[in-house]
């Protein structure tokens, strides 16, 4: 079936700092790869996609990579800002589900000045 | 810039009573989506909308829940009979073509 595994949260992180916020997958077929961000009180927004392995999604300085070998899509950002404070869900779109967005349960990161 | 909106923010019913929950999708949109995340919990697929009927759904979209475009702008999600357990976050989303998925801010379902 597919599935989509990500890191449990909470995260604190000081700004400034590394972030790295683990997801795989599993999934049959050729799936794309979403990570989604949902601020506090808003809906859910695509952050970064990329549609086939060794792809490389990037978006207001985070980055994740389609690694077939691995099935994962780990997001990362080198500097952490108070404003990226928000839940972050890892998310495919299967090949053979049509439409069907499969998500992670996220993960709550809070940056503290 | 265009978004996707729902109503309302904030739900709160006894259990066995009907709840609508209302969606208006982007209007050049014309995939429909209903997903619902129980705290907590994953967002969950429950249903898709394409040319005036369901396209795909999944199995916690059982004969309790329905879906109706009613007036070419309004997407609406009704459950006929709640449940304690269908307290949920419920998210509308829609998109155009192959594209993504756009995503409303969602409305909070609390059954009492």
């Known amino acids: 079936g597919n599935s989509v595994t990500q890191m449990e949260g909470p995260v604190t992180l000081s700004e400034e700092a590394f972030l790295t916020i683990n997801c795989t997958y599993t999934a049959t077929g050729y799936p794309s790869l979403f990570w989604y961000v949902q601020y506090p009180g808003e809906g859910l927004q695509l952050l970064l996609k990329?549609?086939?392995?060794?792809d490389k999604g990037s978006n207001k300085g985070f980055e994740a990579t389609y690694r077939k070998e691995t099935t994962s899509f780990h997001l990362e950002k080198g500097s952490v800002q108070v404003s990226d404070s928000a839940v972050y869900f890892c998310?495919?779109?299967?090949?053979?589900?049509?439409?069907?967005?499969?998500f992670g349960t996220g993960t709550s990161l809070t940056v503290i000045p | 810039e265009p978004e996707v909106t729902q109503t309302p923010s904030h739900q709160v019913t006894q259990m066995g009573q009907e709840v609508i929950l209302r969606c208006v999708p982007i209007s050049n949109h014309l995939y429909f989506y209903w997903y619902r995340q129980i705290l907590g919990q994953k967002v969950e697929f429950l249903v898709s909308f394409y040319n005036n009927e369901i396209s795909e759904k999944s199995e916690i979209f059982d004969d309790q829940f329905s879906v109706e475009r009613p007036d070419g702008s309004n997407f609406t999600l009704k459950i006929r009979s709640t449940k304690l357990e269908d307290s949920a976050m419920y998210f509308c989303?829609?998109?155009?073509?192959?594209?993504?998925?756009?995503f409303g801010p969602g409305t909070r379902l609390t059954v009492l």
């Open positions: 998310a495919l779109r299967a090949s053979n589900t049509g439409n069907q967005f499969y």
């Open positions: 990329a549609t086939k392995a060794d």
């Open positions: 989303a829609s998109k155009l073509d192959l594209n993504e998925q756009f």
